[in-house]
Structures are given as C-alpha cells and as structure tokens.
C-alpha cells in the first residue's frame, strides 16, 4: 500500500459487516512503513463515514532496497557489492538475523569492488571498520535495524563493497545466489550484487545474497 485514501468494509467478531468506510493513511512517505501500528484509541463507529489514521513505524524511504528476506541459508557474515547509479548515500543497514541471534554486529566497508581484488573475502585487509552495534536482539522475523550510522556516499558509477558480520555464530541469514558478481536487485539509485557469505573476514561461501534492507 501507499498512502492514500480506501474505502473498506469491517467485520466484526460476529461476523457482521458494516457500510464501506473510507480510511486515509498519512505517512511522512510515500510508502508505508513495513508493520505500522495505529493509535489504539482509533475506532470506526457505527455511522462513521471516514477516518484517519496515520502510519507509525521504521520508514523506508523510496531510496531504500529490501533484497530479500528468503533465507535458506546462512552462517555469521556477507560480504557483496554496491554499484551506484547515481551518486548515492548508504545511511544504514538492516539484516536477516536468526530468531534466537543476539551478539554485536559489525559493518565494514572497502571503496573498490571486493570481487575483484585477490583475496578479499578472506582477510581484513582493506576493509575499513564503520561500526560496531553491541548486543543487537534479533527482530525476527522481520529484519533487524543495525544501529551503526554509515553515511557512505558512492559517486556514480562506482562500485563499493560492504561486510556486515557478528562474532556470534549462526546469527545471520542469507540466500544461495545465481552467480556471484550478478545484480541481483536494483532501484533507481544502485544495484545491489551478490558476493559471498560464512565468517568475519572468511567469507568462502558463494554465491550468497545478502538479506535485509540497504537505506
């Protein structure tokens, strides 16, 4: 859904149905949050031919991209690629974390293409630490906001390469790719590219998806 006005039908526990009722979602963009709650002191009466409510909850702008949430597979760390269509800013991240995963969570980052580089996926070398959210709680099923400020612009047409990793083992979720260094989402902004999963700097596993939410 978008915001914008419906027109809906309520039923209640007795199964009985009330007049169309035309409903306005307001949000501060122009899509709305994944999960949002509403004022629990919201209600449609009988006779009531509108009402309004107002999306609350984490928003995803129209710059951000969900890869996917699949899972499938997975182990403690991702490692892939962000190719900038035009110059974009990487303001945070969100991951696919294990129900039962708790432990820190680390971001890095390196200003070239990771898959080209020998060796890259399995050494520290060149990565550049950007933060390090301790204790983070798993959000499953939905992803789980890494509250580490990233704030990374990439210039246009430029490829930059991203790891995102806890020391807690079985803690992250990803998918099996199709070929690694495919594009495997896109918005107007970047395409996303598939590269390698397993450990913190041991990335051996390929090709694997990263999931979750890039803003």
């Known amino acids: 859904l978008t915001a914008g006005t419906y027109s809906i039908v309520v039923r209640d526990a007795d199964s009985l149905f009330s007049e169309p009722i035309e409903i306005t979602i307001n949000t501060i963009e122009t899509s709305i949050p994944p999960s949002p709650v509403a004022d ?31 899972g499938g597979n997975g182990s403690s760390a991702n ?31 390196r200003p070239d293409d990771y898959l080209i580089v020998p060796g890259a996926n399995t050494s520290d070398a060149g990565w550049i630490l950007v933060g390090t959210a301790e204790g983070v709680v798993s959000n499953a099923p939905d992803y ?40 495997y989402a896109t918005n107007a902004s970047f395409n996303f590219i598939e590269g390698h999963g397993g450990t913190v700097f041991n990335c051996t596993y390929s090709p694997r998806v990263f999931n979750g939410l890039i803003r």
């Open 40 to 70: 629990s002191a919201v209600y449609a009466c009988v006779g009531d031919s509108s009402i309004e409510l107002t999306a609350i909850g984490d928003i995803a702008s129209t710059d951000s991209l969900l890869t996917t949430m699949a």
């Open 144 to 183: 789980t906001n890494i509250p580490v400020p990233v704030n990374i612009t990439i210039p246009a047409g430029e490829r930059y390469s991203f790891h995102i990793g806890s020391p807690a083992p079985t803690s992250v979720q990803y998918s099996n790719g199709t070929g690694l260094g495919n594009v």
């Open 79 to 109: 490692m892939f690629v962000i190719e900038a269509i035009q110059e974009t800013t990487i303001e945070s991240f969100a991951v696919n974390m294990y129900p039962s995963a708790t432990g820190d969570v680390s971001i890095f980052f």
